[in-house]
């Protein structure tokens, strides 16, 4: 006899969850935070080719995503409606990942066209792990403060997995290179997933009993007003938000020593491994919409005085970059929040459960967020004149100081006023809503 499931997680289906999130985020910061300087000042393709890379990816990720969500919504696979598809990148993320960082031989031309390919490939196996996973959490509780819960130690499960890569990778890649050091960051981040394959269940069935049809799955993103909303502040805010890019850069050039990479990045990140733990506490006080405007509020402030502050002292370079990470770090941890939410609303506008098509927009503003900071930086870097592992100019050193501290504050204000004026979905009705979609 099966032994009956109950109604919350438990404490080793939420490690199980969260677990994933580890092995993911190595994944994302290996491509997020190093791989522009892996094509800049190890293949030595020029920043202008990387910048239009990250940006025609980015055109293929308006097809592939919303392609994906539609798959997961439609699709009727054995054992559940997410957990297979999150089987399945337990794969192929760390596969994809390896491939985008094996070095191959050939001309400029060669190593651009592989570039592109790997690069792509890992853009869609990223999309085909990380919607159904945000959306599992959909389904594993319906009881809100659980959700809440689950999200947060998988938020900080998430952190540690960006910290371990980001304090790993440049000592390991030093001392086997790129390749191979890349190659065990991946076998590691393959372990950590793999628990969620069995410990995991779902439990949240959508009243509807068929699976919905394009022209429902497509109204549930139209109709959805504050989806849109909200995942357009981050794509705005983005375009500024050269801060983590640039942060190599930075401490290479500005600050002349590349073994300081991981002691500034650890001490940017040190907030998101705390901030989780009083998430659900600082959530139901204040709510997630003044939680999310107080902490934008906050980065701005520290940014600026980061700026003025300068560079010359290291220590003020740390305390700062400190402060700036928990205003940095605390919208990030709320997106999956604000994502769950959004479903509820689209669910009650529509009357179906679209969790795959709703968690897509959402890794597709991931990945938008990503690429357009990345390309922006590279832009920059040219517009600055960079050139790769050389001597930099005044010019260009005075340029990624200006990047890393006060052109991100741009998008944050925009994105500000957006979330402040426009975004309106308050908990108490997300709460009545359900009452009405699950069961």
Known sequence: MKKAITELTTMGERLAYSGYFFGQNIFYVLIGTFLMMYYTDALGISAIAVGTLFFIARVWDAINDPIMGIIVDKAKMKGGKFKPWVNIGILTMPISTFLVFLQIEGSMSTKIFYAYFTYIIWDMMY?????????????????????????????????????????????????????????????????????????????????????????????????????????????????????????????????????????????????????????????????????????????????????????????VVLLFTALRGIGYCIPIQLTGMFTVDCVEYGAYQIGHRTEGITFSVQTFTAKMTSALSGAVTSFLLAYYGYQANEVQTEQTLNGLFRMFTIIPIIGYIIMFIIILFFYKLKESDVEQMMEKTVR
Not at 137 to 147: A, E, F, G, L, Y
Not at 158 to 171: D, E, K, R, S
Not at 196 to 213: G, I, M, N, Y
Not at 244 to 268: C, D, H, Q, R, W
């Open 127 to 315: 999309t085909m792990s990380d919607v159904p996973i945000y959306a599992l959490s959909t389904v594993i509780t319906k009881d809100s403060n659980d959700r809440v819960k689950v999200i947060a130690i998988g938020r900080v499960m998430a952190f540690l997995g960006t910290l371990a890569a980001t304090v790993a990778t440049i000592p390991i890649v030093q001392r086997f290179g790129w390749t191979k050091g890349v190659l065990v960051l991946c076998i590691i981040g393959m372990l950590t997933m793999i628990p969620v394959r069995f410990l995991t269940h779902e439990r949240v069935k959508d009243q509807a009993a068929e699976s919905p049809s394009l022209t429902v799955i497509f109204q549930s993103i139209l109709k959805n007003k504050y989806l849109l909303i909200f995942n357009l502040a981050l794509i705005i805010c983005s375009i500024t938000n050269t801060l983590m890019p640039s942060l190599t850069y930075f401490v290479k050039y500005n600050l002349g020593n590349e073994g300081l990479i991981s002691v500034v990045t650890l001490v940017a990140m040190i907030p998101s491994l705390f901030v989780p733990l009083f998430l659900p506490r600082l959530v139901k006080a204040l709510g997630k919409k003044t939680l999310f405007l107080s902490s934008i509020v906050f980065f701005v402030f520290t940014s600026i005085l980061s700026y003025f502050a300068g560079y010359q002292n290291f220590i």
